[in-house]
């Protein structure tokens, strides 16, 4: 059964900086398409960070509005998924949910498109103060 759990959100001031665990399992970690997403109140849920290890090459995605600032990574030997967030604003304020595309390909859908992923965490939440 596939699980994923995140951790590390927490409260900052604008600036600051956050890196948001998840721990993987119940799949093959490796070869599978990882992401983060987030959703702040009234809004929809949007791709933040994309990352996909295949033949020797790892291809990332950001949403415009991180790039730059936040980096996503993965540990193989973990089975965690990481997404480091530095010079936070305040519009960073949101749940975040981290990802996964396992069993299936749907390559038609980009990767930081919510309907990409059929695995889902719990979300940890993150608080930027101006």
């Known amino acids: 059964q596939v699980h994923l759990v995140e951790s590390g959100g927490g409260s900052v001031q604008a600036g600051g900086s956050l890196r948001l665990s998840c721990a993987a399992s119940?799949?093959?970690?490796?070869?599978?398409?990882m992401g983060w997403f987030r959703q702040a109140p009234g809004k929809e849920r949007e791709g933040v960070a994309s990352i996909y290890a295949r033949g020797g090459g790892t291809y990332v995605n950001y949403a415009s509005s991180v790039k730059g600032r936040f980096t996503i990574s993965q540990d193989n030997a973990k089975n965690t998924l990481y997404l480091q967030m530095n010079s936070l604003k305040p519009e960073d304020t949101a749940m975040y949910y981290c990802?996964?595309?396992?069993?299936?390909?749907?390559?038609?859908?980009?990767?930081?498109?919510?309907?990409?992923?059929?695995?889902w965490g719990q979300g940890t939440q993150v608080t930027v103060s101006s």
């Open positions: 119940g799949f093959p970690y490796v070869n599978n398409l």
């Open positions: 990802a996964a595309e396992v069993g299936k390909y749907s390559g038609a859908i980009g990767p930081l498109a919510p309907d990409r992923y059929n695995y």
